[in-house]
């Protein structure tokens, strides 16, 4: 199984900065099968990140994905107050695995 | 409006079965692989098991494998969770999502509490 290991736990950072949250794999994601998906409380996760860099619809240019084999990165350019959430990896190249969430709150 | 509604989850007894569902409108339901997550009251997400297209192809966490069975109906744009032999460390909102670009859609869970 692959494990993913997300850093830090919390972020604290406040609106207009640059946020960057990473995720780490216990081994290679095959063909960069990394997703980011943002949760709210009470609410579903939200798709926001496939293939380790693509936007899923209707997702701001202000979210970007990178990385590729074990090491991946969200990278959120301007923090709006909408943005103040959990956020979550998945690998989905070897059945699927999720991080422990990172919790991007307001500073 | 594409969209996943799950029913089923309640109260239940160790030991105890439920079955979940999950239907499925605004798309081509048998274009698409399906799984079940789950996610524990104040914790985070956790695959449980996936379906392939047609039914054809099944995968399980450990956690829960050998207890529960999922399972799909094209015609009636539906997906199931059976869940037997449940254990208190069951208890979660349980969530259907589409595996279309890695999990695409979302149902809002159907919550399942496992307690004496």
């Known amino acids: 199984e692959i494990v993913l290991t997300q850093s830090p736990g919390t972020l604290s950072l406040s609106p207009g900065e640059r946020a960057t949250l990473s995720c780490r794999a216990s081994?290679?994601?095959?063909?960069?099968?990394l997703a980011w998906y943002q949760q709210k409380p009470g609410q579903a996760p939200r798709l926001l990140i496939y293939?380790?860099?693509s936007r899923a619809t209707g997702i701001p240019d202000r979210f970007s994905g990178s990385g590729s084999g074990t090491d991946f990165t969200l990278t959120i350019s301007r923090l709006e107050p909408e943005d103040f959430a959990v956020y979550y990896c998945q690998q989905y190249g070897s059945q699927y695995t999720f991080g422990q969430g990172t919790k991007l709150e307001i500073k | 409006e594409v969209q996943l509604v799950e029913s089923g989850g309640g109260v239940v007894r160790p030991g105890g079965s439920l079955r979940l569902s999950c239907a499925a409108s605004?798309?081509?339901?048998?274009?698409?692989?399906m799984s079940w997550v789950r996610q524990a009251p104040g914790k985070g997400l956790e695959w449980v098991s996936g379906i392939n297209w047609n039914g054809g192809s099944t995968g399980y966490a450990d956690s829960v494998k050998g207890r529960f069975t999922i399972s799909r109906d094209n015609a009636k744009n539906s997906l199931y969770l059976q869940m037997n032999s449940l254990r208190a460390e069951d208890t979660a909102l349980y969530h259907c999502?589409?595996?279309?670009?890695?999990?695409?859609?979302w149902g809002q869970g159907t919550m399942v509490t496992v307690s004496s």
């Open positions: 293939g380790a860099s």
């Open positions: 605004g798309f081509t339901f048998d274009d698409y692989g």
């Open positions: 999502a589409r595996a279309g670009h890695a999990f695409d859609i």
């Open positions: 081994q290679s994601v095959s063909s960069s099968y």
